[in-house]
């Protein structure tokens, strides 16, 4: 087996790249398709799959994006990158700014980030401005830092960030060896949504792609409530977006392929977290349960769905170590196997 090489290079003649962009790789990309073994009991005629997204190198589908906008930042010649991010796209772009040589600021609305994704940013040497306001407004201002300052934006804005994200439809096509009847993900900014859609766009012929299911949580739903939140709430704070950049991608994603943004609680969300780390063996974030708490609100509305479905498991849960604290607590023991047994 050859090593997997990373996005840029896998994916080159499809991506935006040339001889002369830099060969940036953490090896990104090729995630896992893991096949459900209790949750699709639930859904007695589909094949459940989850794309493990949480196995790119900083835990996130963030990776895709990232790798070509940094890489395409520095073949520019940019010395420095900006982000405004939930979190994750923070953490990503410290990392690969890291590996590339560039100096790299991130913006984080104050108190809405969690503290693994916080850790990555400070570690991987990113300057982190913490800022009083929300994730929409930390977005307009590094738009206005970019161009002013001079920096590389790597937002979802960036055009390259999107065309990386969209590697993970052709993935998913290739370890199938099928199109899948639907795929469901969380919308956040909802630049993931655009991406897979154009991925299977440029891959299928029309009658071949799937429906694409967008996610939403009930307090941050801009696109099913049909304008913007000025003060979106949910526990999934990698999705507490009021304004979305890609509103009109997601839009058109649901649309064109027969599918919809729709809206669930934080209660399924969190019960969707919790099954998905008992029952299936994986520890998500809040947001990224929000695609099968959305396919488990799909069944119970009767909505037909068989065949293929893929859930996409955007980030992984050790970002987010806080929703454990909904678990038990360890329990104090003496360090005798009989206290061990008793717990049992
Ligand atoms: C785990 O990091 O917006 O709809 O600034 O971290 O493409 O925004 C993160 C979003 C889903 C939503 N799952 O994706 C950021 C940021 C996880 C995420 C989303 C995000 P988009």
Known sequence: MRPWPGVLQAFADRLPVSDRTPPLSLREG???????????????????????????????????????????????????????????????????????????????????????????????????????????????LVREASERLHIALVNSLNPYRLEGQKTAAFEILDQLGKPPEAVVLPVGNAGNITAYWRGFSEALPPRHRPRMWGVQAEGAAPIVVGRPVEHPQTVASAIRIGKPASWEGAVRAASESGGRIFAVSDEEILHAQARLAREEGLFVEPASAASVAGLLRLAREGVGIRGAVVAVLTGHGLKDPATAERTPQPVRVEPTVEALASLL
């Open 30 to 140: 090729n995630t896992p398709l893991v096949p459900s073994v209790s949750i699709t009991r639930d859904l007695p005629e589909v094949e459940l799959y989850f794309k493990w997204e949480g196995a790119n190198p900083t835990g996130s589908f963030k990776d895709r994006g990232m790798v070509v906008a940094v890489a395409k930042a520095a073949e520019a010649g940019a010395r420095a990158v900006v982000c405004a991010s939930t979190g994750n796209t923070a953490a990503s772009a410290a990392a690969y700014a890291a590996r590339a040589g560039l100096r790299c600021l991130v913006v984080l609305p104050e108190g809405s980030v969690a503290t693994g994704k916080l850790a990555q940013a400070r570690m991987h040497g990113a300057v982190v401005a913490s800022v009083p306001c929300s994730f929409d407004q930390a977005l307009q």
